[in-house]
């Protein structure tokens, strides 16, 4: 059984030793003379439990577009969730849903890319690669949370903008994105919630997006959505992640990975996704078997994660019995831990890490995985480590950590800034200041 939060003791493993950490010129701000030990001991506050919830009862909005209910109305008008053991779950219970059916659409869309049988893949103005999937499961799940909660109570920051759907020409990508939507939201019922009655237009879909405009703060709260995270990995057909995660004044309390190509074995994942694909065919897939993916989620202040295999198609989704707790690696031997970074040097030095890691003892070769995926890889103890070291300028968005975040710390990690810092959730995505990630685990 996993074991409650407040019963948990933390101590460094002291993985990685006592060291310097200094960046090359071109990545971001090095941390001053600060030893990867003594910032981690810093972090022993994590795993605080929240105090008493308010409990609001809020009328659902009337004005709000006329969808179909995807709940029954009572649960509409649940804002805040009860106080007690149950905060949170029903946000909870709505996410992972919202996630599975994410997870359903990106394999069908990331299948027909590679057989080139879907629109390609289009350019964002800032040159990073964008697809139906993205815009689709954005519409998808705002309008699942909208729908659920009402669209007065739901305040969600995302990736993606309608700007490229709704320009002249691009109604061919907007039908299809639609299709796409609404070929997903016909799967509700299968995964426990009500889709619309009628399928959505152009309109519903556009607004969908669009409704995903929040741009986050201190206070109150907000749901971040990154619906493909490494979009670069999933054109390529390999890891991606759709990530979810609540955000309440300025603290992340829940948190949703869907993994749709986390293999069962973890090697695996540095394999190129051709050989996983292959592997996948000779060794078909059971309902019990992970190699097509998993969701992995968490709650603020339980001390527990979970993940769950991917939800069959047309079967209903069984949860949470199917899920599993999983729980970060216990090694603290740096010659024996792993430690993940992103496959693109350009999103990350990987000459740096790799003199870094040498240095603090880390003698096994670097798990490159896109996305956050890696998150999951050290929630579930497949790694021990993650390093970014993005480059000047770049600025981290919210939506790119929020989930693992919470993950890794319920599973009994601690992830921090370069500088020994939690991230900050509380500054909207553009303002983050330090492009640093480092997670180190924690041991019982
Ligand atoms: N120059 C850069 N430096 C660091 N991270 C970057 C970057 N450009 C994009 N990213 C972020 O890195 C994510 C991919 O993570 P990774 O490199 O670990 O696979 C991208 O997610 P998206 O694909 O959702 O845009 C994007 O948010």
Redesign the pocket.
Known sequence: MPLNSTSLVFRAPNLLGQTRITSPKKFGAAPSLQTWSSWSMKKSHQKRCFGFPVVSQLKFNQNCPSFASSVMEDERNLVLTSPGPDRYSKELDVAVRAVQMACSLCQKVQESLILKTSSPVHSKHDN?PVTVADWSVQATVSWILTESFGCRNVSILA?EDVQSLSEPGSSALLADVVKTVNDCLAEAPHLGLKGPEMPLGSSDVLEAISRCNSTGGPTGRFWAL?P??????FVRGDQYAVALALIEDGEVVLGVLGCPNYPMKKEWLSYHHRYHRIISKLTPTTSESWDKGCVIYARRGRGEAWMQPLHQKNKPLSWPNTAIPVRVSSIDNPALATFCE???K???SHSFTAGLAHSVGLRKEPLR???MV?YAAIARGDAEIFM?F??TG?K??IW?HAAGVIIIEEAGGVVTDAGGSRLDFSKVSENWKD?IILLQHYSI
């Open positions: 990073s990736e990154d493909v995270d490494g979009t670069l990995g992103p496959v693109e350009s999103n990350s995985v896109y996305s890696k970014k993005a480059r770049y981290e968005k790119d492009p």
